[in-house]
């Protein structure tokens, strides 16, 4: 039984595994230490396809979790959820981590929308701008495989990059297309392609290209789309350690505050100990800061890294709100990735000072998976029943607008008083959307998604309800990062300000949200984090 | 001009003039030699420093290593006059005296016209960069180690004619067996082999097991060759790797597809092809137009602990790694980029060997037409799902039932085999047996006459 590495790893996800990655090619020993299963992607497909029809829009159903590493689950409390909005995010506890289910969707943060507070007088500001962050993108999409569009018209953000994407755009299906040219010339508005972590008609990091199977979330199942269990074999061939099952449930401090070891436990409950010189956290913005807390000691009261008492506050998402509609012509989405093109210049702007921003993004999920209750519920039968599935196939648009949140530290996770199978305090998350959110919602959002239902010809539109929101799996804010210490838990390499050798890199230290999903920036954060990490270990 | 740069100036001219030039056309037409002769597969490293050598070719009798020809002076070929090049080449006879081994297709080569042979020569002079790094050499177990054992093989086995057009045959045909028989080296793979490894000529391209991959018979036999392709579906097979509905190439096939053959004029893939419509046929089990679409999904789908048959655990292999892409009737997709998997010669004849490997290994390949890429299921760190023995021998054995000629099965042990590189021959046990039992018989008649000798002297 390993007891003592170099490098400790808590976390096999995407910021894990690439920092692992970079630790291991400058010759650092790691230790990667996950809470849950490693499976075959065979078994989470066969999951997947055993699952009842009604089951299928569930992105957690094809994995159920562990009795040792709960997560979110139909049926399977473990993450409360109190405030004025329900807080009800997917993630899983398997090595590989959430990837295993993301869309791909890897849009890059703009300038802008990490200058929120100097800017519009929102938020917070990021501890560096987009220029310095830029480069480690670029690492992103080239480690992690992300095509995207040459034409800079479609490009987000809107600017000249630095690289080109290691990989053209997929091509949009008949229906995108189609929606793309109603939203130019009725609207004005770009509809672009999705820049994501999918091989497009090309194999890419010894990956196969996609082949559309429309099944990206919640499993690639040929492995065409980037997750990190496609980097385990890989990492361990590099030299890396994997243990899986294993729960880390204490970081433990020493002299000087510096972190000395953590402790998990395994499967049959039985507690470990391990040593190292240098300690990354990337158990995602829910599971970090809980262990941060459950970590609390004499040095560290308020629990680890959380001088500040900002661990846990400031929890931020996407929250979203989706718009189902009728079409006059057909459409017929659903060839292709599930996510392949979206709005994203309504995300900008000097509204932004009186409310979020919104991006919308048009699902490219088969339709008939979802219309099928819709059609069953119309009481026809036989081909009736038959012609109204095909109907409603071609002709629904499901178009989801996800919103910009602004740190708040009322938006606290702390830790349950109800405890999970080891005995640990289960994540409790206080969750209230906000009135920025709340006003987009009515001032801005309803009223674009009402002039795009009626650009496709649709007389059914119905606006959302400012009181419902649903939760992207977009985890970020409760390590959030800052160069000011008395007000954020890490600085911009993600090391925490009060352990020198401890880093929380991940959607947690996200300072803004803006409306593209977080993955690539995250994973640019763990570039520098583990290039900070490397040079104080070669330094040492 | 200073003394030193004087010097200077004389030792550069000095160099230069060692140096051949050779015509740029000349080079070019090396470099189709080349090309067609496909040096760069095997005398390429996984570094990928091209003809930098250190590749690894798994024969029978152990691993032959291919060298660093490129002309660096030290690590290569740099130093090589062109009657040196010429005999390795075409004689399998290094600089130093000492014998190649046939992995070396010199056997095919020999047929290398000497025009073609010069152009070689100044290409790989003059248009291969010089890579000054040493290759992996290869050691052979006894007795193969002994390079002059090669000498009586040669003897045997080698044919050192160059190519001869045949008067009776067309200009096509002619340019077509000059690219078979000699650069393209299509027997070298193709043709079965005898005892001590030489080409079996009696079963000229009927098909033979090279490591874990099965070159099948491609001879004009209608079931069991390729006597029912037209010729422009052999034409796309060479150009693409594919032939639609029919098979597609994998293995060192790919390899020479990707390297070669989709690099060679449309006319010169069509003499291959009239010329290869030609070869005698040799009967064969047949291997196309056979299996169905079809699945068994009913017998576990939605079912919590399904009792499953032997086919039916291999149906549920197919559909949680292979149907994302081939279908879940097997079908492929409607532009056969991923393959059917019936009418398709790796689910039928000999072509369980082949299905295995690919299912071990992937596929690989790569031409103007693009990337084709099958992730492999062994142990490679690009394996999502590592499949084991009796998986693989699972999968195969229903795809055979399935989309196949729905009778070929194959155990663990066999998929074991193609995983290890495919069947070792036992060459080396039986010669090192043949020796000792030889130098045993020597042993004894040298005592007997001994004992002869002295009793007829005592009784002297």
């Known amino acids: 039984m390993t007891s003592s590495s170099q490098v400790i790893v808590v976390g096999t996800g995407v910021v894990g595994s690439v920092i692992a990655e970079h630790c291991l090619d400058a010759g650092l020993e790691v230790l990667m230490i996950e809470a849950g299963p490693r499976v075959s992607r065979a078994q989470i497909v066969e999951n997947y396809r055993n699952l009842p029809l009604g089951a299928k829009p569930d992105a957690t159903a094809s994995y159920p979790p562990a009795d040792w590493a709960p997560h979110p689950f139909h049926g399977l409390e473990h993450l409360e959820s109190t405030g004025p909005n329900k807080y009800d995010p997917t993630y899983i506890r398997y090595a590989g981590g959430s990837t295993w289910h993301w869309a791909g969707t890897s849009w890059r943060l703009t300038p802008e929308d990490m200058q929120l507070r100097s800017r519009y007088g929102v938020g917070r500001d990021w501890a560096f701008d987009y220029e310095t962050l830029d480069p480690y993108y670029n690492m992103t999409e080239r480690k992690l495989g992300i095509c995207g569009p040459a034409d800079p018209l479609d490009q987000w953000p809107r600017r000249d990059r630095s690289m080109p994407y290691p990989m053209p755009h997929l091509p949009l299906s008949q229906g995108e297309r189609k929606f793309t040219e109603v939203m130019q010339t009725k609207l004005g508005l770009r509809n672009v392609p999705v820049a994501q972590a999918r091989n497009s008609g090309m194999p890419y990091d010894d990956r196969p290209a996609c082949c559309a199977n429309n099944n990206c979330v919640p499993v690639c199942p040929v492995g065409a789309k980037y997750d990190a269990a496609t980097s385990l074999n890989r990492l361990e061939a590099k030299g890396a350690t994997i243990l899986d099952n294993s729960v880390v449930y204490r970081v433990e401090t020493g002299e000087g505050n510096r972190i000395v070891a953590v402790h998990y436990y395994d499967r049959d409950k039985t507690s470990h100990r391990v040593t190292g010189e240098h300690f990354v956290i990337a158990c995602n913005g829910v599971e970090t800061p809980r262990l941060m807390l459950m970590s609390a000691d004499d040095r560290n009261p308020n629990g680890i890294a959380n001088s500040s008492d900002q661990v846990g506050r400031n929890m931020m998402d996407h929250p979203q709100q989706g718009y189902t509609f009728t079409t006059t012509e057909p459409y017929w989405l659903g060839a292709g990735p599930v996510v392949n093109s979206g709005i994203m210049e309504t995300s900008q702007g000097d509204f932004r000072r009186d409310h979020a921003a919104v991006y919308f993004r048009l699902n490219n999920f088969a339709r008939n998976r979802d219309i099928a209750k819709r059609a069953m519920a119309s009481g026809k039968v036989g081909r009736a029943l038959d012609e109204e599935i095909r109907r409603l196939t071609a002709t629904s648009l499901n178009v989801v607008a996800a919103f910009e949140m602004l740190p708040d530290p009322n938006n606290r996770l702390t830790l349950s008083a109800q405890k999970d199978w080891l005995g640990l305090p289960r994540p409790s998350v206080y969750w209230d959307v906000g009135d920025y959110v709340r006003r987009s919602s009515v001032e801005y959002s309803n009223p674009l998604a009402q002039r795009i239902a009626e650009a496709v010809g649709a007389t059914d539109f119905k606006p959302a309800s400012p009181e419902k929101f649903s939760t992207s799996k977009h985890i970020m804010g409760g390590t959030i990062m800052g160069n000011d210490a008395a007000t954020s838990v890490v600085d911009r390499h993600s090391r925490t300000h009060d352990h020198a050798n401890l880093y929380l890199p991940g959607g947690g230290a996200m300072a803004s949200t803006a409306c593209g999903n977080s993955t690539i920036t995250m994973t640019a954060m763990a570039f520098m984090a583990a290039e900070a990490l490397v040079s104080e270990a070669k330094g040492a | ?460």
């Not at chain 2, 069509?270 to 030609?278: H, P, R």
């Not at chain 2, 196309?288 to 009792?307: C, H, Q, V």
């Not at chain 2, 032997?310 to 949680?320: R, T, W």
């Open chain 2, 1 to 460: 001009m200073t003394m030193k740069t004087t010097l200077a100036f004389f030792a550069l001219s000095a160099s230069m003039a060692a140096a051949q030039t050779f015509p740029d056309d000349l080079v070019e037409r090396g470099r189709y030699v080349a090309t067609a002769s496909d040096c760069v597969a095997c005398h390429t490293g996984p570094e990928d420093k091209p003809f930098g050598g250190n590749h690894r070719i798994a024969s029978p009798v152990g691993d032959i290593w291919a060298t660093n020809i490129t002309p660096s002076t030290t690590h290569g070929i740099g130093n090589y006059t062109e009657q040196q090049f010429s005999d390795a080449v075409r004689r399998g006879i290094r600089a130093d005296g000492a014998n190649l081994y046939p992995a070396m297709p010199y056997t095919a080569f020999a047929r290398i016209t000497d025009e073609d042979m010069h152009a070689l020569y100044a290409y790989f002079m003059q248009g291969v960069e010089p890579i000054d790094e040493p290759s992996q050499q290869t050691a052979l177990a006894f007795p193969f180690g002994l390079r002059f054992s090669m000498m009586g093989w040669n003897l045997l086995f080698a044919d050192s004619a160059t190519h001869q057009d045949d008067p009776a045959k067309s200009a096509e045909w002619n340019r077509g067996a000059y690219l078979a028989e000699g650069p393209g080296h299509c027997s070298t793979c193709h043709t079965p082999r005898g005892m001590l490894m030489q080409e079996d000529g009696g079963q000229y391209l009927a098909g033979a097991q090279v490591g874990p991959w099965f070159a099948p018979n491609i001879t004009s036999d209608k079931a069991g060759g390729i006597g029912s392709w037209r010729k422009d579906e052999i034409v796309a097979y060479l150009a693409t790797g594919r032939a639609e509905g029919k098979s597609q190439a994998g293995g060192s096939m790919a390899e020479a597809v990707s390297h070669s053959f989709s690099k060679l004029t449309a006319d010169d893939l069509g003499a291959i092809a009239t010329y290869i419509m030609d070869v005698p046929a040799i009967a064969g089990p047949a291997r196309f137009d056979l299996g169905t679409a079809g699945n068994r999904t009913a017998e576990f789908r939605g079912i919590a602990d399904p009792d499953l048959t032997d086919l039916g655990a291999g149906a549920q292999i197919y559909s949680a790694n292979c149907a994302a892409c081939h279908g879940y009737d097997g079908q492929g997709t409607k532009d056969q980029y991923y393959p059917s998997l019936f009418n398709n010669s790796d689910t039928a004849g000999k072509g369980a060997n082949n299905f295995v490997a690919a299912v071990l290994n992937g596929v690989n390949r790569k031409t103007d037409q693009g990337h084709v890429f099958m992730p492999p299921f062994g142990t490679q760190t690009n394996a999502f799902n590592s499949l084991d023995d009796g998986e693989v021998a699972a999968l195969t054995n229903y795809a055979m039932n399935q989309f196949g000629d729905g009778v070929t099965t194959v155990s663990a042990e066999d998929v074991a085999t193609i995983r290890a590189g495919g069947p070792t021959s036992n060459m080396v046990k039986v010669v090192q047996t043949l020796i000792a039992v030889g130098a045993a018989l020597v042993a004894v008649v040298l005592i007997a006459t001994v004992i002869v000798l002295r009793r007829r002297k005592r009784a002297a």
